[in-house]
């Protein structure tokens, strides 16, 4: 059963509440691409009057890691996930409505599949890219991911 943005936005709000408050929302996921918005507000501005890095980083990487969450979900496996490294680039203010979009869904499906057959633990590179109501990019996170199998104790 695939992941739904409802379903996501649901699980912000009881395990991740700071992303909700600042207003962090899934708009559209599938097999091979996250969507993940969020409006600069007051709540989640900085002293600049842009939206906080700290924000931007929360969308960008619900928009990498809701698509691990997914693949791992429909393996009906025991996986672990975690960020290991990250690395961004912001290139221009975030103001207005900002959408964070990564479209490594693929890759995921490869390393989860590697970790399944081989028991052994994969990382790997996602990017998710901001861009503005203009389509102005205006940040690019990278985060390293790792997947392994979960112990049976």
């Known amino acids: 059963m695939q992941l739904t943005p409802s ?66 979900k429909e393996s009906d496996k025991k996986i672990s996930m975690l960020v290991a490294q990250n690395r961004a680039t912001f290139t221009k203010k975030a103001k207005g409505k900002i959408k964070f979009t990564c479209y490594d869904g693929n890759m995921v499906n490869e390393a989860l599949q590697r970790t399944i057959k081989t028991g052994e633990g994969q990382t790997f590179w996602m990017k998710a890219v901001g861009l503005n109501e203009e ?11 790792t997947v392994k199998l979960k112990s049976i104790e």
């Open 7 to 72: 379903k996501l936005n649901t699980f912000l709000i009881l395990k991740l509440p700071s992303a909700w408050i600042a207003g962090v929302r899934v708009k559209y996921i599938d097999q091979t691409e996250c969507e993940v918005g969020v409006r600069h507000r007051w709540i989640n501005q900085n002293p600049f009057r842009s939206m906080y890095w700290a924000v931007q980083g929360m969308a960008a990487e619900l928009s990498t890691g809701a698509l691990i969450m997914n693949r791992i």
């Open 135 to 145: 389509g102005v990019e205006v940040s690019v996170f990278e985060f390293e991911w």
